[in-house]
């Protein structure tokens, strides 16, 4: 019988200790402020809108309605969701290696034999045997406990990615029905002129019956009516290819999405005030690289415990015998410690510490990366709506100047006083300054979503 247990107590008061000291956080030298942010004011977004739910600055109920559908029903949104689920399940298996292990053996043999020396038969024998063997390793150098937190770090950074992927396909939507709405107020603006036109046609057909226009007038406003009407046709093309774009991001095959015609919102969300540090607390991406740097510095740590002798209490126990099976001297049983120390392994565990240093620096890289491309996404949100903001204002001048200009031009055709030629170039300019004013609105949207979607969502 094994009844060694000398090593146990020290065992014991040794389980806590590691030897691996924890880095440090990565430093990426966050500036202080946004290059653009002091051109903006505060921003006062509603107290009743929920954490998260950006889409509701908007104030757009369709919006809300499909952005809820692909947090449901979103294929690639699924695949990521299931995914962390994996990555969560593994940190039970990680929990559980700290316990005991147990297994247990039932076996019954037959045999027989004959004599060696008299030539007399032999008899006929049945063995059997009955055990039980635990196990369990006292995590004397961390490993065990390195790498369970390497496994919860790394089901934490698959849990951030399920938000950024949530985030991305929201933000893809988002665009998507604004470029959408921005279609249907070109085809509704188009629709508009074709009307115009086709009372300008009218009033030069009129003239030309009167002797006071010419042939060449009627047929110009007959070419722009035309060219009009196939304009408002293409939009068609564009909206159904958009259409189906988000049909797919809802999880519904094209042919049985539908969305009707709507409006395109004219109010901007005002933009709210931020630091780069706070771009950290909101980015899901930004979280999930550092979880991963998180989750490499822990192997470290377990592969410097491998350096090191394993230590197990084992214990056995069972009946064998060809007799009676629980008779007394079938009986047996073991109990002790087990210290294993690697001697020779032709450098795998060198080659495994260069391979966890070498991980670890890869993901402290990824994360600088990630939030360098999270600065300047920021950034060029920020600039762009700044921009946008004075171009649109600068168009709708455009717009009021051309509309005057089409309206004088149209007038003094009327009177007499002007050629059909120059109302005709009043016309087109004016529909044109309109169909930018709608592009510009609809680009300020979007790049509306593309800073709340580099913020994090969490406006």
Same mark, same amino acid.
């Given at each position: ?9 020290? !065992? ?10 924890? $880095? ?10 946004? $290059?653009? =942010? ?23 109920? %369709? ?7 692909? @947090? ?34 039932? &076996? ?7 004599? *060696?020396?008299? #030539?007399?038969?032999? *008899? ?10 635990? =196990? ?5 150098? #961390? ?12 089901? %934490? ?52 019956? /009167? *002797? ?11 070419? @722009? ?17 958009? +259409? ?15 969305? *009707? $015609? ?25 979280? !999930? ?8 510095? +822990?192997?470290? #740590? ?15 126990? #069972? ?28 450098? /795998? ?12 620096? /890869? ?13 300047? %996404? ?26 005057? &200009? ?5 007038? %003094? ?47």
């Amino acid at each position: 019988m094994k009844r060694s247990l000398t090593l146990a107590p020290v !065992s014991v008061l040794l389980a806590g200790c590691s030897l691996v000291a924890p $880095k440090q956080h990565p430093d990426v030298g966050l500036p202080a402020n946004f $290059k653009e =942010s002091g051109i903006w004011k505060a921003g006062h977004p509603a107290a009743h809108v929920p954490h998260g739910d950006w889409w509701k600055l908007f104030h757009d109920q %369709e919006l809300s309605s499909l952005l809820t559908r692909v @947090q449901v029903s979103n294929a690639s949104l699924a695949s990521a969701e299931a995914k962390a689920r994996e990555a969560a399940a593994l940190i039970i298996s990680a929990r559980l290696s700290f316990l005991p292990t147990l297994a247990a053996d039932a &076996s019954a043999t037959r045999s027989s034999g004959r004599s *060696g020396t008299s #030539g007399s038969g032999g *008899g006929t024998t049945t063995q059997h045997a009955i055990s039980a063997t635990s =196990s369990w390793e006292i995590d004397l150098w #961390g490993r065990l406990r390195h790498s369970a937190r390497a496994t919860t770090a790394d089901a %934490e950074s698959a849990a951030a990615d399920v938000e950024a992927t949530r985030l991305s396909l929201q933000s893809q939507a988002a665009q998507t029905y604004f470029s959408l709405r921005s279609v249907d107020a070109q085809r509704d603006l188009l629709d508009r002129q074709i009307q115009s036109y086709e009372k300008s046609l009218e009033i030069t057909k009129n003239r030309y019956a /009167q *002797g006071v226009a010419s042939q060449g007038d009627v047929a110009q406003a007959e070419s @722009q009516l035309a060219a009009t009407r196939s304009a408002a046709i293409e939009t068609g093309v564009q909206r159904a290819t958009l +259409e189906h774009a988000l049909a797919v991001l809802v999880g519904q095959a094209p042919s049985s999405f539908s969305l *009707g $015609k709507g409006s395109l919102t004219m109010s901007v969300p005002g933009v709210p005030s931020s630091t780069p540090s706070r771009l950290l607390e909101r980015r899901p991406d930004i979280s !999930s690289a550092e979880r991963r740097v998180a989750a490499a510095n +822990e192997r470290i #740590g377990a592969a410097k415990a491998a350096f090191f002798p394993t230590l197990s209490l084992g214990a056995s126990g #069972g009946w064998s015998g060809s007799g009676s099976l629980f008779a007394a001297p079938a009986r047996f049983w073991s109990l002790g410690p087990d210290l294993a120390a690697p001697i020779l392994d032709g450098g /795998q565990r060198l080659a495994a510490k260069a391979q966890a240093d070498a991980t670890y620096d /890869q993901t402290v890289a990824d994360y600088r990366q990630t939030v360098l491309t999270a600065l300047q %996404e920021t950034e060029d949100s920020l600039s762009t709506l700044r921009v946008l903001e004075h171009e649109a204002q600068a168009q709708q001048a455009a717009v009021r100047a051309a509309r005057d &200009s089409e309206r004088i031009a149209l007038n %003094e055709y009327k009177a007499g006083t002007n050629n059909y030629l120059n109302v005709s170039v009043a016309q087109a300019a004016a529909l044109t300054a309109e169909r930018n004013a709608l592009d510009l609105q609809a680009r300020r949207l979007n790049a509306s979503v593309s800073l709340m979607t580099a913020l994090g969502g969490a406006w």
